[in-house]
């Protein structure tokens, strides 16, 4: 049994003192729920703060990137191992906002190079996570370009089989993928039930391909996209998707709440 990993993307959002009201109020609000589990992913310099409140509780925490490298000189970068340090057991790796791949564009071209993910650094650092014990929600998903243009499947796959290169059956078998439309992120457009599933079935399908059948049935795809509490439900009964990655519906805790309450 996959158990479902309910996750609250804060992005860019909540100051120290906010996130700490938000947990303190969250634990309360879902004392006792044991079916799913939970994290919340807070800025950086939230993290740490946030790890310490929710000890002993059934919250756990995430950061939203990590570097791929141990130390060094790599000026704003953040190792997954002071991640570990700060509390955190989850990272967040290859969003497409760190990407570059928005569902709005309200950025110059130059602004837009400044996000500058690639299927490659998203390896190193499932990699470099991997090696010290902090466990990568990789994500993955397409525009709304390449579904448009039947590409969908194609650009998944490439995506999943690229990020999960060079690890054993083991590490695989232990991963969480989150499958997020772009076209979904932020825009309360949200992925159609029975096609969610059906693109977290493919993805399983493609780790299955790599890795073998046992691996791709322990494997944890989410799906994140605007779930909101309204729609929670239904996506999360799927047969394939175990569990989302929520972003705006995660900055309130009735919502985010109402949407672990739906598992
Ligand atoms: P959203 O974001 O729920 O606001 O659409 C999801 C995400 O980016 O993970």
Redesign the pocket.
Same mark, same amino acid.
């Given at each position: 049994m996959r158990k479902p990993l309910i996750a609250g993307?804060w992005k860019m959002n909540k100051t120290i003192g906010e996130s700490v009201d938000f947990v303190e109020n969250l634990r309360t609000e879902i004392a006792g729920v044991e079916n799913a589990e939970v994290i919340v992913c807070p800025p950086y310099l939230a993290a740490h703060e946030v790890a310490r409140r929710v000890g002993g509780t059934n919250i756990g925490v995430a950061v939203q990137d990590v570097f791929w490298k141990e130390q060094g000189a790599y000026t704003s970068q953040v190792a997954p191992k002071m991640a570990l340090d700060a509390g955190a057991t989850y990272a967040i790796i290859g969003?497409s =906002?760190t990407r570059g791949r928005f569902g709005k564009e309200d950025m110059t071209p130059a602004q837009f190079a400044y996000f500058a993910e690639s299927d490659e650094t998203v390896n190193a650092k499932v990699h470099e996570c991997l090696a010290v014990g902090l466990k990568p929600i990789m994500c993955c998903g397409e525009t709304i370009d390449e579904r448009k243009a039947d590409r969908t499947d194609e650009v998944i796959k490439a995506q999943v089989e690229n990020g999960l290169k060079g690890l054993t059956t083991e590490q695989a078998a232990g991963m969480v993928i989150a499958y =997020?439309p772009v076209w !979904?992120?932020?825009t309360g457009e949200v992925c159609d039930t029975p096609e969610a599933n059906r693109v977290c079935g493919m993805i399983r399908g493609t780790v299955a391909s790599l890795f073998g059948d046992a691996a791709a049935q322990s494997v944890r795809i989410q799906y994140?996209?605007?779930?909101k509490p309204d729609n929670a439900a239904e996506l999360l009964s799927q047969s394939d998707i175990d569990g989302a990655?929520?972003?705006? !519906?995660s900055l309130k805790v009735a919502d985010f709440a109402a949407i672990i309450k739906s598992v």
């Open positions: 993307n969003h =906002e =997020e !979904a992120i932020g994140g996209g605007s779930v990655l929520v972003g705006g !519906a």
